[in-house]
T-cell receptor, first 113, second 115 residues
Framework: AQRVTQPEKLLSVFKGAPVELKCNYSYSGSPELFWYVQYSRQRLQLLLRHISRESIKGFTADLNKGETSFHLKKPFAQEEDSAMYYCALSGRLSNFGNEKLTFGTGTRLTIIP | KAGVTQTPRYLIKTRGQQVTLSCSPISGHRSVSWYQQTPGQGLQFLFEYFSETQRNKGNFPGRFSGRQFSNSRSEMNVSTLELGDSALYLC??????????????FGPGTRLTVT
């Protein structure tokens, strides 16, 4: 079974301070991990995925298979980063593409000016 | 390119009724997924359709069903509505190519209220 845990429902950080949103997962096979973001009055959208290994809007996330974590980090928070962040997992099946996307319960990040 | 559209945007139904929600994916996308979003449970996967076939299914009762048409548009149906079915129902489309192409593009959602 797939499970994604985001332990923090709410997170407040001062502008310019580092941000870390935690995500832990449980999956016995080979996972693909994603971070989705929902800004106020906007649609849920993909922020980044671990296979891309890229930085989006200054955010990075490293898949740590030993700790089964995929924490989202940004060195200097900006006010426009205030949003709801969801960690998600999709299991890779060898012959049939990916399994369903399982989301965490989300973390609401508020950047304090 | 037009985004994912969902109709209706808001819906009020009474217990026992049934409801049909519609989703039009991004042009060229063949995979459509449905999610239920509630404050208590967050985003929960309902089902996914690819080329008119249900490929994945979440843990929801049989009252929740869906289908996909040849033009990739999808509908989901909920029969015998219960108060607990009140939620935001999100549709998402993707290219559905499998390998490393599972980015979901979400619609604005349909807010269903059951009274």
């Amino acid at each position: 079974a797939q499970r994604v845990t985001q332990p923090e429902k709410l997170l407040s950080v001062f502008k310019g301070a580092p941000v870390e949103l935690k995500c832990n997962y449980s999956y016995s096979g080979s996972p693909e991990l994603f971070w989705y973001v929902q800004y106020s009055r906007q649609r849920l959208q993909l922020l980044l995925r671990h296979i891309s290994r890229e930085s989006i809007k200054g955010f990075t996330a490293d898949l740590n298979k030993g700790e089964t974590s995929f924490h989202l980090k940004k060195p200097f928070a900006q006010e426009e980063d205030s949003a709801m962040y969801y960690c998600a997992l999709s299991g890779r099946l060898s012959n049939f593409g990916n399994e369903k996307l399982t989301f965490g319960t989300g973390t609401r990040l508020t950047i304090i000016p | 390119k037009a985004g994912v559209t969902q109709t209706p945007r808001y819906l009020i139904k009474t217990r026992g009724q049934q409801v049909t929600l519609s989703c039009s994916p991004i042009s060229g996308h063949r995979s459509v997924s449905w999610y239920q979003q509630t404050p208590g449970q967050g985003l929960q996967f309902l089902f996914e359709y690819f080329s008119e076939t249900q490929r994945n299914k979440g843990n929801f009762p049989g009252r929740f069903s869906g289908r996909q048409f040849s033009n990739s548009r999808s509908e989901m149906n909920v029969s015998t509505l219960e108060l607990g079915d009140s939620a935001l129902y999100l549709c998402a489309s993707s290219l559905g190519l499998g390998d490393f192409s599972y980015e979901q593009y979400f619609g604005p959602g349909t807010r269903l209220t059951v009274t």
